[in-house]
């Protein structure tokens, strides 16, 4: 069964203290892995695709990585606006009855982020 | 245009009510997608739209109907909903159904069913 696991569930920071948020996936026949963005009552903001192993992307203080079994999101010296919760994603074949397009997406790491 | 937008913003029915929420995109994109959202849990798929026909439906029962009349435009009507039906309800599109993994979501409607 294609699975998408996140850690942790929460992250607090102080400002620019580093980290890394986590994102292993078990799935068959990967199709690209997507970070996401949702503040609070807001619709998800894209961030990043990634497609294969040792890609790497960059926005500003974020950095996205994928090996084979699991992607990370690494911030750098995280800002108060960073706060938020990170949603990662993986798309996978179409299944029987399923769409060509279908994202699995994990449960979220909710970033905070204090002055 | 980079923007999905969704109306109205909050909408408070009753379980008898009908009512019907509205996406528009003008990004040429040719999939769209409706989701909903609970607290703390991330978004449900409900519908994909492809080139203005439904491609999935995810089981959602039949009191959620959708209707895409172009290819800018999606609507969900809402008819007989129950108050576990209360959520975020996401739009969102893509430039296809296949690169579906790069959406753009609109900022939702904030359903109550009391």
């Known amino acids: 069964e294609d699975q998408v696991t996140q850690s942790p569930e929460a992250l607090r920071l102080q400002e620019g203290e580093s980290s890394s948020l986590n994102c292993s996936y078990t799935?068959?026949?990967?199709?690209?892995l997507f970070w996401y963005r949702q503040d609070p009552g807001k619709g998800p903001e894209f961030l990043f695709t990634?497609?294969?192993a040792g890609e790497e992307k960059e926005k500003e203080r974020l950095k996205a990585t994928l090996t084979k079994k699991e992607s990370f999101l690494h911030i750098t010296a995280p800002k108060p606006e960073d706060s938020a919760t990170y949603l990662c994603?993986?798309?996978?074949?179409?299944?029987?009855?399923?769409?060509?397009?279908?994202?699995?997406f994990g449960k979220g790491t909710k970033l905070s982020v204090k002055p | 245009d980079t923007e999905v937008t969704q109306t109205p913003k909050h909408l408070v029915m009753g379980m008898t009510n009908k009512k019907s929420l509205k996406c528009e995109q003008h990004?040429?994109?040719?999939?769209m997608y409706w989701y909903k959202q609970k607290a703390k849990k991330p978004p449900e798929l409900m519908f994909v739209?492809?080139?203005?026909?439904?491609?999935i439906n995810e089981s959602v029962p039949s009191r959620f109907s959708p209707e895409c009349p172009n290819s800018s435009l999606l609507n969900l009507h809402l008819h007989a909903l129950q108050p576990e039906d209360s959520a975020l309800y996401l739009c969102?599109?893509?430039?296809?159904?296949?690169?579906?993994?790069?959406?753009?979501f609109g900022p939702g409607t904030r359903l109550t069913v009391l």
């Open positions: 969102a599109s893509s430039l296809l159904e296949t690169s579906g993994g790069e959406q753009f």
């Open positions: 799935v068959s026949g990967l199709r690209g």
């Open positions: 990634l497609y294969s």
């Open positions: 994603a993986v798309q996978v074949p179409r299944r029987q009855g399923g769409s060509q397009g279908n994202l699995i």
């Open positions: 990004m040429g994109h040719r999939a």
């Open positions: 739209y492809s080139y203005e026909k439904l491609s």
